[in-house]
């Protein structure tokens, strides 16, 4: 049972269109298929009785006919049977069928196999019951024909041709063409709807994505049902709640920052003025320590949310990374990676996100090796080093806020612990995540899945 209900499920729609037109079509289909058979049925069956009760009632009458005016009056002439069997013919001619009379012939004994057993079968049962004679039946052969054959008390064979539209209802079609004709404009009614209803959930679905790539949303406009206006507007307060929060947290951390860095610039001044009195080296160590703090804090605190999403090119971002870095580090750096893979995103914040990892793997290490791969619409991008790397049950915690592993990196290096916090911020920002893994070099690897 459910290695059919998996099989149902993956021949539905994913879609939201596809399963509502699912709801609004299948009921419809079978109905209409239920409709359509009982009454066709009943209609084939009822009019295909009678259109052949009545054919078959005017064949009993001829036969009985050419009875009592040749068989049993054996005084005739062969004239005046040749007469009389004209006139019977010129009278079903205006019946809409042809006869003849051949005289010493045998019914055929191969019977053939009928095209439409109904009209066979409402045939056959009327000619047993009405006529009461030997007959041969043929609704194969001739396509709008019926061929009967009705063996007569003197021997004569009499053959009966008319058209099948006598004794079989064949204007049928007609309400099988109305009834699908309505059901494709019924169809297109609901399809044209539905994507009406649909358009507001897209929108919607969009600005989601786009919120969660800290992308700037214009205001959504409301439409649909009452249902999904409620979601679109409980979107559009949540989006706006979500904004106040980043601005209060950025003015609160830039402000922080600000203020900071007057008493720093004080410290720094004064430092200056004792040089030639103490030593000042530790002081002025902590300092420099301290101003980088505060600019890390700013870029936290930044996160990139001002900054406009473009298409960019990550394989000549990654290269400028690479030539940036190897400047100021003597790390040998390597880098395979397509010749184009465009990319939508904020240019600064992924120079920023991609310099902190590049110049991690170079502090910690002495090769690091970039590759750059494109699968269909998602983008990866692994960076190895041969460093001390990251024990597994602190890969998690690194990206926490001002986290420091002392025990697996340099104790002598300065950080405030933002870096790969900054850098998992802004790839998901653009729509992926970022995961540490145990390199092939012996080091760290960081693997950065993207949308393309």
């Known amino acids: 049972m459910n290695v059919v209900t998996r099989r149902i499920k993956r021949l539905l729609p994913k879609d939201l269109l596809g399963r509502s037109l699912v709801t609004i079509i299948a009921p419809m289909i079978i109905l209409q298929a ?52 004209r006139q019977i013919q010129n009278i079903t001619a205006k019946l809409g069928y042809s006869i003849t009379f051949n005289k010493g012939e045998m019914l055929p004994s191969v019977s053939e196999i009928p095209i439409i057993p109904l009209l066979h079968l409402s045939l056959s049962r009327e000619l047993r019951e009405i006529v009461r004679r030997p ?74 994505d786009a919120l969660g790539k800290g992308q700037n949303i214009e205001d959504i406009k409301l439409g649909g049902a009452t249902e999904i206006r409620r979601a679109t507007l409980a979107f559009i307060i949540m ?47 902590d300092a420099e320590e301290m101003e980088k703090m505060l600019e890390a804090y700013l870029a936290f605190a930044q996160d990139g949310q001002e900054e406009q999403t473009r298409w960019l090119d990550l394989t000549a971002l990654l290269n400028d990374v690479v030539i940036t870095t190897q400047r100021k580090k003597e790390t040998s750096i390597t880098i395979d990676a397509e010749a184009s893979m465009m990319i939508s995103g904020r240019q600064n914040a992924l120079t920023r996100c991609f310099t902190n990892i590049v110049s991690n793997g ?13 699968q269909n619409d998602r983008l ?30 340099n104790q002598d290096r300065l950080g405030v612990g933002l870096g790969l916090t900054i850098a998992r911020d802004i790839i998901r920002l653009h729509g992926g995540d970022i995961k540490l893994d145990t390199s092939p070099l012996g080091g760290l690897r960081v693997q950065i899945n993207l949308s393309g």
């Open 135 to 208: 007959f041969w039946l043929n609704t194969t052969n001739q396509e709008n024909d019926v061929d009967i054959r009705i063996f007569l008390a003197d021997g004569t064979v009499m053959g009966v041709r008319m058209p099948r539209s006598r004794v079989y209802a064949t204007n049928s079609h007609i309400f099988i063409i109305w009834m699908v004709v309505t059901s494709c404009i019924l169809i297109c009614i609901a399809v044209i709807f539905q994507r009406n209803q649909l358009k507001p959930i897209q929108r919607l679905a969009h600005a989601a």
């Open 362 to 374: 170079c502090d910690y290490g002495s090769i690091v090796a970039i590759t750059a791969v494109k």
């Open 239 to 285: 989006k706006n709640r979500i904004d106040r929060h980043i601005q209060q947290r950025t003015n609160m951390l830039a402000g922080v920052s600000h203020d900071l860095r007057t008493p720093l610039t004080r410290f720094k001044l004064e430092l200056a003025m004792l040089e030639n009195k103490v030593d000042v080296s530790a002081l002025r160590r």
């Open 34 to 85: 239920v409709v359509a058979f009982v009454f066709m049925e009943r209609y084939w069956e009822s009019v295909t009785k009678k259109l052949s009760r009545t054919a078959v009632q005017e064949l009993a009458v001829i036969a009985d006919l050419y009875d009592e005016n040749v068989t049993d009056n054996t005084t005739l002439k062969e004239t005046e049977i040749y007469n009389t069997t």
């Open 380 to 409: 990866t991008i692994t960076l190895d080093d041969d460093g001390p790397g990251i024990p597994i049950d602190q890969r998690e915690n690194v990206f926490r806020p001002f986290h420091k592993l002392d025990e697996a990196r």
